[in-house]
């Protein structure tokens, strides 16, 4: 069982929004603004897409967009488009005793 | 180009050893924390281990404590993991995770393409 809670699924149709939710607790997300979030295609490595909440690396799109509030934070993709389609992961940094906790992952389907 | 390229995945029987090793180049390896994350198959992503810049500070997850040990030798640019007594839930690939210079795990900037564990008799 992962430390955050991610939602296994979630789709949409392209040029539609979806939003990915990640849920941890006060010791992790809710006590560091150090979120990240990452994708991964089917067989590959994961990338950097969001990290510090809402900050985008050089290169990622603004259709990417992170959040949080409280102990939940939020991956949102405006414009869905087909090469979306893949898995999601949250992390976050956990303080001195968990380090760092994971999402256990989000497909997003492009209906 | 940043690139890590990790190595040393292979089959190995329960209880055995391996290690991993991560080379490294387009960035300067000995400013960079480094992590070690894996993932089961059909699993999610669970972080291993950091190793500080320097290598004197390593920190571990509480299934790898005792088991896994992570080094760096920064004139070779390469990180390092001894695995010893090796269980059934350790296979997975094993990615190498550059992190960013001035920064502890808060994010993982780089992954490399992993290399598979497989654990089996």
């Known amino acids: 069982q992962s430390a955050l809670t991610q939602p296994r699924s979630v789709s949409g149709s392209p040029g539609q929004s979806v939003t990915i939710s990640c849920t941890g607790t006060?010791?992790?997300?809710?006590?560091?603004?150090?979120v990240s979030w990452y994708r991964q295609y089917p067989g590959k490595a994961p990338k950097l897409l969001i990290f510090?909440?809402?900050q985008r690396p050089s290169g990622v799109p603004d259709r990417f967009s992170g959040s949080k509030s409280g102990n939940t934070a939020s991956l949102i993709i405006f414009g869905l488009q087909a090469e979306d389609e893949a898995d999601y992961y949250c992390?976050?940094?956990?303080?001195?005793?968990?380090?760092?906790?994971f999402g256990g992952g989000t497909k997003v389907s492009v209906l | 180009e940043v690139q890590v390229l990790e190595s040393g995945g292979r089959l190995v029987q329960p209880g055995g050893s391996l290690r991993l090793s991560c080379a490294a180049s387009?960035?300067?390896?000995?400013?960079?924390?480094m992590s070690w994350v894996r993932q089961a198959p059909g699993k999610g992503l669970e972080w291993v281990s950091v190793?500080?810049?320097?290598?004197?500070?390593?920190f571990y997850a509480d299934s790898v404590q005792g088991r896994f040990t992570v080094s760096r030798d920064n004139s070779k640019n390469t990180l390092y993991m001894e695995m010893k007594s090796l269980r059934d839930e350790d296979m997975a690939v094993y990615y190498c995770?550059?992190?960013?210079?001035?920064?502890?795990?808060?994010?993982?900037?780089?992954w490399g393409q992993g290399t598979l564990v497989t654990v089996s008799s």
């Open positions: 006060s010791s992790d997300i809710g006590a560091y603004n150090y």
């Open positions: 387009g960035f300067t390896f000995d400013k960079s924390v």
């Open positions: 510090d909440v809402n």
């Open positions: 992390c976050s940094y956990a303080g001195t005793r968990t380090h760092v906790a």
């Open positions: 190793i500080s810049p320097s290598g004197r500070n390593t």
């Open positions: 995770v550059k992190g960013v210079e001035g920064r502890w795990l808060q994010l993982f900037d780089s």
